[in-house]
């Protein structure tokens, strides 16, 4: 990776810059505390990301079903775990707000810092799986210092389709060799890594709770850096 090429910096959004199961456990525990119940709101929020998003886009990739936004895959299993876990007593109102915290999930504690230095020197943007709306909303939400917005949404694609990649490519000018692709899932890597886009590694490994004993399957390219945060990615960058 020749870094002074560099120009753009894509991110996976969901694990990689925010907290999606920190943030839907809590809104679970609130919300538990509103009706008076109790239940194990990590398993919750594990179900809800595996068994929903990462299983549907799983089967989207390969063709075996047709690409549907993230809202939707959400929500229908969302309403299942309703049903699994005894809760259906709460509100129309509740259940909608639940399903729409993945337009507010809050970022990790470096994510922040990390991408305000970074943006002093670079474009940069998510390149996600969310939803359009998903991701400007989040934007909005948590005032992350984004350029662009890459949504799988507009391509009717979800990563890791390995066209999705020459897609983002060709959307910020065709040149590979100026964008950085940054994400905390080596599969995720290797798509970018195979269109020619460098490639960063951060690990995030409470991004299925500190006790969950999720790790995903490695990737099969080697990243070209290997950072702990997005602040020390920044350092190296030289951007402070």
């Known amino acids: ?27 679970g525990i609130c919300l538990g505390n509103k009706y008076g119940f109790s239940i194990d709101w990590n398993s919750f929020a594990n179900s809800w990301r595996v068994e929903s998003y990462i299983n549907a886009v799983d089967e989207i990739v390969k063709g075996l079903r047709p690409w549907e936004t993230n809202d939707v895959i959400n929500k229908r299993k969302l309403l299942e775990l309703i049903e699994r876990y005894r809760i259906s007593f709460m509100s129309t109102e509740d259940v909608e707000k639940l399903n729409l915290i993945w ?93 020619g886009i460098s490639t960063v590694y951060i690990p995030r490994p409470n991004e299925f709770g500190k006790h969950s004993g999720y790790v995903e399957s490695p990737g099969n390219t080697n990243p070209d850096l290997i950072v702990s945060d997005l602040v020390c990615l920044a350092n190296i960058l030289g951007t402070c």
């Open 1 to 27: 990776m020749d870094i002074s090429k560099i120009k753009i910096i894509m991110f996976d959004t969901f694990g990689t810059v925010m907290d999606w199961h920190g943030a839907i456990v809590d809104t």
């Open 103 to 195: 337009h507010r999930l809050r970022p990790w504690c470096d994510s922040l810092p990390g991408l305000l230095q970074l943006s002093k020197k670079y474009r940069l943007g998510p390149f996600s799986n969310g939803d359009f709306r998903l991701l400007l909303d989040m934007e909005k939400y948590w005032n992350l210092p984004w350029d662009f917005i890459i949504s799988g949404q507009m391509f009717k694609k979800f990563k890791p389709d390995p066209t999705i990649y020459v897609d983002a490519v060709n959307l910020l000018g065709g040149n590979p060799q100026e964008i950085l692709m940054v994400a905390a899932h080596p599969t995720d890597l290797d798509g970018a890594a195979n269109a």
